[in-house]
């Protein structure tokens, strides 16, 4: 099971987070444009680290995260900045950060048309909750069957079967499907509960049981020697000695 991590903030200081990483792992890096992207991704010196991952945002008046709700000059700003590139690229399906009416102006298409023709895309959307929810997600634009990130966000959400959920979306998506646990630090939100290193211990042991092949955790800027302990303990396979007789 590959262990990944968000980076909302990609500071220097965050960045930095990677040197406690000796395992292999992918990061979804946020930034405004590829150009910054590109700059950020210079920085990452860390053999383990196999893939980054661009997770465009957008300015908060824009609406920051991608939605057909969001600005229709910025989506299509971001795009066109990665016609003809491989790119792998992670969109961040919610709702607008801001609530500002201006904004509600549908996008559907041109989020769909990008992400069925993008070859390298990932999309991050909302926690699930049955069939029906997806149904509205999809409508809605919010939800598509590509490589899909499902947010268990346990410190924030109560999620009644872990367990039972992940297989459920495993089976629904197979190794399409990547589950997010966390928050292990404070997101754009600014309030978002901090998860335990024993609910963390949890989550990563019932994504296990639940044979995912990726998660990630959000986000690398709070990962601790504590938390690194916690992944090693629930991933790493002790190998048995052979005895010689």
Known sequence: ?????????????????????????KLYIAAKSLNEFLEIEKKIKNKNVIEVVYWPILEMNEGYWFSPFSKRKAILRIFNGLQGKSIPVM??????????KLLFITQAFNIRKFI????????????PNGSIKDKVMKFLGLHFDKRVIKMFYSSMHHVSNLEEELK?????????????????????????????????KNDLEEAKKAKINEVIIFRLGGLNKGYVKVIKSVTTTKKLKNKVL
């Open 91 to 100: 969109i961040d399906l919610e709702l607008p950060f801001t609530r500002n």
């Open 1 to 25: 099971m590959i262990i990944s991590f968000f980076e909302e903030f990609p500071t220097e200081e965050n960045l930095d987070k990677v040197k406690l990483v000796d395992f292999k792992t």
């Open 116 to 127: 069925e023709n993008y070859k390298n895309v990932y999309t991050c959307e909302y926690f």
């Open 168 to 200: 459920g979306e495993k089976e629904k998506y197979g190794n399409n499907f990547i589950a997010s646990f966390g928050t292990i630090a404070k997101g754009i939100l600014g309030y978002e509960p901090i998860l335990s290193f024993k609910d963390l």
